[in-house]
């Protein structure tokens, strides 16, 4: 079945650096790939997501690429803010079936001054 | 934006306990899905609908019950409630399967 793959449980940075997190997929179709966002005590919301018109999604600093060759959708910023400290999920649709979103285990991000 | 409520936002139970979560969304989304978020296991589907009436299953079903009795509301039944269920549960909401969902803030249940 479809998966999604975050080999990332923690990643520590200091401000200023860039960040990337990783995603790989497995699907049987060409899905739809997502980024939500966790801030502490607060609801996932959605941060970007891929299109099919091979443009590069942002949002807040934050890029990612939908590499179908190596079905991968890491997430990238070239300089984390302390505000970027959060639990970031990649999720999966395959358009097919009408089921929902299938999730990572998600990357806690911490960054420092 | 989505707007999705939840209630209550914290519930303490004991085991053997019968609890209901209730969720609405207001922006005439069909589906709307129940999560539970645990530690190194991230969001996992419960349950979930796609319209008044409807009921699919998700991946962590067992112990739980659902109900969607409106376009709007959502409700997460648990009968004989265990302290495996204590965990922090999303209800959220989209327009259409697998596209972007609305999330509401959440409810803590503790299962003593």
């Known amino acids: 079945g479809d998966s999604v793959t975050q080999t990332e449980g923690l990643v520590t940075l200091t401000e200023g650096l860039p960040v990337m997190l990783n995603c790989t997929y497995q699907?049987?179709?060409?899905?739809?790939l997502f980024w939500y966002v966790q801030h502490l005590n607060e609801a996932p919301k959605l941060l970007l997501k891929?299109?099919?018109?091979?443009k590069r999604p942002e949002h807040q600093g934050f890029h990612a690429t939908l590499h179908k060759s190596s079905s991968s959708f890491h997430l990238q910023k070239s300089s984390a803010q302390l505000s970027d400290s959060a639990l970031y999920y990649c999720a999966l649709s395959d358009h097919q079936g009408g089921r929902a979103l299938i999730f990572g285990t998600g990357t806690t991000v911490s960054v420092s001054p | 934006e989505a707007a999705v409520t939840q209630s209550p936002r914290n519930k303490v139970t004991v085991t053997g306990g019968n609890v209901t979560l209730s969720c609405r969304q207001t922006?005439?989304?069909?589906?709307m899905y129940w999560y539970r978020q645990d530690t190194g296991h991230g969001l996992r589907l419960i349950h979930y609908?796609?319209?008044?009436?409807?009921?699919q299953i998700g991946d962590v079903p067992d112990g739980y019950k659902a109900t969607r009795t409106t376009q709007e509301d959502f409700f997460l039944l648990l009968e004989l409630a265990s302290p495996s269920q204590t965990s922090l549960y999303f209800c959220a909401s989209s327009d259409m399967g697998g596209l972007e969902q609305y999330f509401g803030p959440g409810t803590r249940l503790t299962v003593l």
């Open positions: 609908s796609y319209g008044a009436g409807n009921l």
């Open positions: 922006n005439s989304h069909n589906y």
């Open positions: 891929s299109f099919t018109d091979n």
């Open positions: 699907s049987t179709y060409s899905p739809f």
